[in-house]
């Protein structure tokens, strides 16, 4: 009965190295989400996963950012020579079934902090 | 213009006060409307959900959308210290998985 998991829950990394960050739904959800949340700021849609067909990956702010999902499961958000403004916090979140009205039901998130 | 505007507060009020947290929207097509709590260092978790216009109650928590003004609220009656927390709202299309959300307001209820 677990809930969405995440991890690591906190990186720290130097400008330019590569991060990924891991998502593990809960079980069952076949869509699952990337949300990014920058200090003050509300919740910014990365992308979008539902079944086996191709992700929504409108909302990723820059061609280093990319994310995979394998086996209609676990998730992988991968950013590229992170910079200082990729500082964040990186949230997933899954539903039974993508669309709207279904309950979306987050992770703790991934804190990240480029230094 | 954001599509979705939320005063950021912060807000802080004496326990058992009702509160009162909104939210305004520019585009006319959204129809579902949610509120998300969300506590320090924690992921967002869904409190009330309606669509379109009307109300919405469960216990102490009632969402309200007013669809004509583009207006939604959320009043929280006889708030208690363990509502302190940043509350945040979304909204999306019909047919959209996409939820857009306002910055969040941050409650304190103090004791």
């Known amino acids: 009965g677990a809930g969405v998991s995440q991890s690591p829950s906190n990186k720290v990394t130097e400008k330019g190295k590569d991060v990924e960050l891991r998502c593990d739904p809960i079980s069952g959800h076949t869509a699952l989400y990337w949300y990014r949340q920058s200090l003050g700021q509300g919740l910014e849609f990365l992308i979008y996963?539902?079944?086996?067909?191709?992700?929504?990956k409108s909302g990723l702010p820059s061609d280093r950012f990319s994310a995979e999902r394998t086996g209609g499961s676990v998730s992988t958000l991968t950013i590229q020579r992170t910079q200082q403004e990729d500082s964040a916090v990186y949230l997933c979140a899954s539903s039974f079934t993508g669309g709207a009205g279904n309950t979306i039901y987050f992770g703790e998130g991934s804190w990240l902090t480029v230094v | 213009q954001k599509e979705v505007e939320q005063d950021p507060g912060p807000l802080s009020v004496p326990e058992g006060a009702i509160v009162s947290l909104n939210c305004t929207y520019s585009?006319?097509?959204?129809?579902?409307f949610m509120w998300y709590r969300q506590y320090s260092r924690k992921g967002p978790e869904l409190l009330m959900y309606?669509?379109?216009?009307g109300n919405k109650e469960d216990g102490r928590f009632t969402a309200q959308v007013d669809k004509s003004s583009k207006y939604i609220s959320l009043f929280i009656r006889d708030s208690q210290p363990s509502d302190s927390a940043t509350y945040l709202c979304a909204i999306t299309q019909g047919g959209s998985e996409k939820l857009v959300f306002g910055k969040g307001t941050k409650l304190t209820v103090n004791p």
């Open positions: 996963f539902q079944g086996n067909s191709a992700p929504d």
């Open positions: 309606t669509y379109s216009s």
């Open positions: 585009n006319s097509a959204f129809q579902y």
